[in-house]
């Protein structure tokens, strides 16, 4: 079987399942000792044969290390990429995708319920050198076709389930709108992961993780994610400049817990997925909830376009509480195997009040999101036990 190994970047459709290349791309076997699990290269240079006499092409660890080459490799398989690249955080790595791509004057579209910190990125640091963003429904194709500007509209980017109203958008329609219109189209495929959705096969150009979340999948390492389409090798060569110019590389110790998370991530995904709609049932329909926001119920608007471009629904689920902000709070205050934190994706079940947490840095702009929302990321653990978690809730309400 044709594996990727480490250092092979040329990969992407090829014969294994998504389960043996999580487990097996990037990992080839110590040829020194037969260590079933390749090293941690904790080194920060390595020795020249002569000058210039590089071993395997390293030469100082900003520019390379075999164990971030490793989760490299193994990204770019489980997208289906041709290349990806390792950063320190996610949004260290959507900052030097938009460095590489955008100049003064360059414009980018996002949706009107993109992760805050993306909007913020984008409207502070990036629109304080000239670049400007429209903030639209992406749900509304009229409304990208209207926003796009000829010439100047350089990036489309699309977060799918969005953060944090679990709005779908069809990224199929959408990239054959922004390479109509010579506009990168970025995916953040944070939410879905690469076992549930996989957007290069959808028509996109790259896609953006925060492999804190269900990649990592154990709330123990940040980091962040580029994966670049088949076509796209030249642009993977300005951002592999940009990174080493500027510096925003993983550690190797955090890429080591971000392949070793990844390896458990399409059995997670299932169970985060079963465990959430077995949550979302209970909670539609309850008298203090207004709205349940999960792509697996039959009521979300996005569940057909879900299922059609998903393989599950994942482990996000929001909720708008019929008792405004204050109930919000109360719900999120009261859980108690939901631990009140911010993030998400971990093994761990996780609550959150978007409004004055995740969320707090778009009050007042377009992306706002209201008070009564209350977000969970759902973990792992027994679902009898999340189930009564809620129940206690939603009695206190
Ligand atoms: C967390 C998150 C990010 C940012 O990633 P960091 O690793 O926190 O920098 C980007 N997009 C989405 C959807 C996220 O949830």
Do not use: C
């Amino acid at each position: 079987m044709n594996l990727p190994e480490n250092g092979d970047h040329a990969q992407g459709a090829h014969g294994a399942g998504f389960d043996t290349l999580a487990i097996h791309a990037g990992q080839a076997v110590d040829p020194t000792t037969g260590a079933v699990i390749p090293p941690v290269y904790l080194t920060s240079t390595y020795v020249q044969d002569g000058i210039g006499g590089l071993r395997g092409g390293y030469e100082y660890s900003r520019g390379g290390n075999p164990t971030r080459t490793a989760l490299e490799t193994q990204l770019a398989a489980l997208e289906g990429g041709v290349r990806a690249l390792s950063f320190a955080s996610g949004l260290a790595a959507e900052d030097a995708l938009l460095r590489s791509v955008l100049a003064p004057g360059g414009h980018v579209i996002v949706g009107n319920d993109v992760y805050g910190g993306t909007h913020r990125l984008i409207r502070r640091v990036h629109g304080a050198w000239g670049v400007r963003h429209s903030t639209v429904d992406l749900g509304d194709l009229d409304a990208v076709r209207a926003a796009i500007e000829p010439g100047a509209t350089k990036v489309l980017w699309i977060e799918t389930p969005s953060n944090p109203l679990m709005k779908i958008t069809d990224v199929a329609a959408l990239a054959a709108l922004g390479r109509e219109a010579g506009a990168l189209v970025v995916v953040d495929n944070t939410f879905a992961s690469p076992a549930l959705q996989q957007p290069i096969a959808l028509g996109a150009d790259v896609v953006v993780h925060s492999t804190t979340k269900y990649l990592g999948g154990h709330s123990d390492v940040v980091g962040g994610a580029l994966v670049f389409a088949a076509g796209q090798e030249e642009l993977a060569e300005q951002v592999t400049f940009t990174q080493f110019a500027a510096g925003a590389v993983s550690g190797p110790f955090d890429a080591f817990l971000t392949t070793r998370g990844i390896k458990t991530l399409g059995i997670r995904m299932q169970r985060h997925s079963s465990n959430a709609l077995a949550i979302a049932q209970r909670l539609e329909g309850h008298a203090g909830i207004a709205q349940v926001f999960y792509p697996g119920l039959e009521s979300h608007p996005g569940h057909e376009l879900a299922a059609r471009q998903m393989s599950g629904f994942g482990g996000m689920i929001s909720i708008a509480l019929a008792g405004g902000g204050e109930a919000a709070r109360r719900f999120a205050e009261s859980t108690t195997l939901f631990q009140l934190a911010e993030s998400l994706g971990g093994v761990e079940s996780l609550v959150n009040h978007p409004w004055s947490m995740t969320h707090a840095s778009v009050r007042g702009t377009e992306a706002e999101v209201p008070e009564s929302i209350v977000r969970l990321s759902v973990g792992i653990e027994d679902p009898a036990d999340l189930l009564a978690d809620i129940d206690e809730a939603l009695a206190r309400l």
